[in-house]
């Protein structure tokens, strides 16, 4: 087992490594609040801080190995991404696609639509939890995801739409509000942080408000006590010592994945990676003898018999999946991911900063780590990507004018490509 003082300094030295590479974003960005923020806000805490907090209270179980590779591997991904994501001279791509913006509050408004409706079999099932939305989160955990998680997809892009709008901000406000209402009858207190989280990002990214040090430190502040609010509402707490252990077992990221690191696990050799980005999107009703442990749910029957028998989810095993499949390459592995990450928000910022549209926001979105698709499970890029897509083609109806793209060759006196919209009738 680890030592107590030797831990402390390394989850530190990790938690510091996120802290400067948040630094160096900020200052890339010219805001204190940037694409980092979402994992400033959610990572923090379950990745430090409720860990921290646990292993003072109750001790670790976890080997040194363990220990510092999950740390260092926190540490890595952080570091990596904010050196990629603050390259000079990313090229954006063109898209072939034609985007319109004339029809984004009727979208927002069928979208919103949507998020109600393919909620109500859910709450017609389980009406008597209305007052208790974690309990319909847990029991709809197999069998409801065409509802649940398509649902709350929806919800996200209506509040994108809205936002996107010429609408006053009243009318966007109530899109943001019956859409938080959405995601709060689901049950998820993370789903509600993230469509704040949303409306965060547009602010920024959007309406290029630049955020110092200091009102950055006061929104955090705030957004915890919104997390400390929705904690309250989802959860029923007893006294403050079981009120710590319950929210420090609730960011059980590091602790699972030391668990499976420290195991006799057999190499899955990349089949958790898998099924957690193709199996997990198949619905049940297409594949009715889908098994139940795929993905993190294998580790969940290896490690938590109890949990997985009740069907109520898998719990968060963080690194320890990639570890299950590739051992100590893990690392590696998620560095790489890291870079493309880094690498992929640098080229669609700069394409957004040209086309301002809800289908470039969306990607940048995702690679904030909001999950538009809260899935639970897997890295859904593509399926970000073509919502994307689709999202631009849609825009195109009832459009009065459309744009394309094209990226225009670097002059010999400019730093970089440029690329700018056009209409329909220019060349591409």
Known sequence: MISGWLASSVLVLSLAAFCGAYVHVSRHEGSYINILTPALVVNVPAFYLFPF??????????????????????????????????????????LPFAYGYNNFWPLSLVSLALAGLLFIPLMLEFHEYIFEPRRIYELTRTGFGGSFYLSSTAAYLAVTLALFSAQSRLKKLFVVLAAALVLFLHGSKGQVLYLLLLVVLFEIYIQKRKVKIFPAVLAGLGMGAVLAGLFAATMVLGDPMESLETVSHYADYTRNAMLVIDSDLPRQYGRLTWEGNVLALVPRA??????????????????????????????????????????????????????????????????????????????????????????????????????????????????GQVYRERIQPARRLLTGPTMRPIDNTGSI
């Open 53 to 94: 907090a646990y292993d003072k209270l109750f001790g670790i179980e976890a080997s040194t190995f363990a220990y510092v590779y999950v740390y260092a591997t926190l540490a890595t991904e952080s570091l990596v991404f904010a050196f990629f994501y603050t390259r000079p001279r990313v090229r954006p791509i063109r």
């Open 286 to 399: 297409l594949m009715p003898d889908k098994p139940k442990n795929f993905g993190t749910f294998y580790l969940a029957e290896q490690f938590y018999q109890e949990w997985f028998d009740a069907d109520t989810g898998s719990p968060a095993f963080g690194v320890g999946v990639q570890y299950a499949d590739f051992g100590f390459l893990a690392i590696i592995y998620l560095a790489f991911f890291a870079a493309f990450r880094g690498w992929l928000a640098h080229m669609f910022i700069r394409r957004l900063k040209v086309t301002r549209h809800p289908g470039d926001f969306l990607v940048i979105a995702f690679l904030a780590d909001i999950p538009l698709f809260p899935i639970g499970t897997g890295w859904l890029l593509p399926e970000t990507i073509v919502l994307a897509i689709v999202l631009r083609l849609v825009s195109c109806v009832g459009a």
